[in-house]
């Protein structure tokens, strides 16, 4: 399993953005596909976004949710260890947990399809949006 952080929650107006990060300590971790969930009081966790590794470090595939498609952007950062998640447009019902997890036993470009498939979380940080 890997450590993971994450980071950069907060409570932001409906229309605003915010940018959540995913840092590793392990180097490691560019050779794992990572993936955001986010949990609302009284709900499953959903499944959000995705993003495979490369082993050329170059293209990546990526998964979004259709709550969140168009919106939200997830990219990462090798040399810093780190996946983000730029959320824009924000609604009241993206409100929630969100969760980075990492699959680390995922063959390059390949895209976890189920949330059985992590196998290290992050604590998770809170989003807030108000309307």
């Known amino acids: 399993q890997v450590q993971l952080v994450e980071s950069g929650g907060g409570l932001v107006q409906a229309g605003g953005s915010l940018r959540l990060s995913c840092a590793a300590s392990e180097r490691t971790f560019s050779r794992y596909a990572v993936g955001w969930f986010r949990q609302a009081p009284g709900k499953d966790r959903e499944y959000v976004s995705a993003i495979t590794w490369s082993d050329l470090n170059t293209y990546y595939s990526t998964y979004y949710s259709d709550s969140v498609q168009g919106r939200f952007t997830i990219s990462r950062d090798n040399a810093k260890n780190t996946v983000y998640l730029q959320m824009n447009s924000l609604k009241p019902e993206d409100t929630a947990v969100y969760y980075c997890?990492?699959?680390?036993?995922?063959?390059?470009?390949?895209?976890?399809?189920?949330?059985?498939?992590?196998?290290?979380w992050g604590q998770g940080t809170q989003v807030t949006v108000s309307s």
């Open positions: 997890a990492a699959d680390i036993s995922a063959s390059p470009y390949y895209l976890p399809a189920i949330m059985a498939e992590y196998d290290s």
